[in-house]
């Protein structure tokens, strides 16, 4: 089953990006650049809902057909 989870994500004084969720307890990546840090952050969520699947459930929203996604462009 696939879950929305929303994600902070801030660029940090040392050039690198750090990801941390109010949804998911313990919830923390660091990557390079933002697609990297998405990406460990999508890794990061699903072993520490694993984990707690077996004690006190996370509860989050199951994913929609459609959603808003912000779309950052560089130009």
Do not use: C, W
Request: proline share 4%.
């Amino acid at each position: 089953m696939e879950h929305v989870i929303k994600l902070h994500i801030e660029k940090l004084p040392e050039g690198v990006y750090l990801a941390t969720s109010d949804e998911v307890q313990g919830l923390v990546a660091q990557g390079r650049t933002i697609q990297e840090t998405i990406e460990i952050a999508r890794d990061v969520a699903k072993k520490l809902i694993e984990a707690q699947s077996g004690g006190d459930a996370i509860t989050l929203k199951p994913a929609n057909e459609a959603f808003d996604y912000p779309l950052i462009v560089a130009t």
